[in-house]
């Protein structure tokens, strides 16, 4: 995955190359929107497997529990982006910073 560049003022997608996938692991790849539940049947997979807990955007949004991986999300500028993970990220159940 490129490096996230807020003055690029676009999302970027690709997976983090520090994060390895397990066999269990399921993969929803969005080109065209920043919402994994968009368009995608991942909800309802979470459902059959009774997953409660995500690390994952807009999970919030439907009553699961996340955590933020505060270094792997991006901002406009560094002010906005101390603020998200201040202020918003622990309403929203807490973050972390991936190792």
């Given at each position: 995955?490129?490096?996230?560049?807020?003055?690029?003022?676009?999302?970027?997608?690709?997976?983090?190359?520090?994060?390895?996938?397990?066999?269990?692991?399921?993969?929803?790849?969005?080109?065209?929107?920043?919402?994994g539940f968009?368009?995608?049947?991942?909800?309802?997979?979470?459902?059959?497997?009774?997953?409660?807990?995500?690390?994952?955007?807009?999970?919030?949004?439907?009553?699961?529990?996340?955590?933020?991986?505060?270094?792997?999300?991006?901002?406009?500028?560094?002010?906005?982006?101390?603020?998200?993970?201040?202020?918003?990220?622990?309403?929203?159940?807490?973050?972390?910073?991936?190792?």
């Amino acid at each position: 995955m490129s490096k996230i560049n807020p003055e690029e003022k676009k999302f970027q997608i690709g997976f983090v190359e520090e994060l390895s996938l397990r066999p269990e692991d399921f993969i929803v790849i969005k080109c065209n929107a920043i919402n994994g539940f968009s368009d995608t049947a991942l909800d309802k997979v979470l459902k059959r497997l009774k997953r409660n807990t995500l690390i994952l955007a807009e999970a919030f949004d439907r009553g699961y529990n996340i955590i933020v991986l505060s270094n792997c999300t991006a901002s406009i500028n560094a002010k906005l982006q101390g603020f998200s993970i201040e202020a918003i990220f622990p309403m929203l159940g807490g973050s972390q910073y991936s190792r």
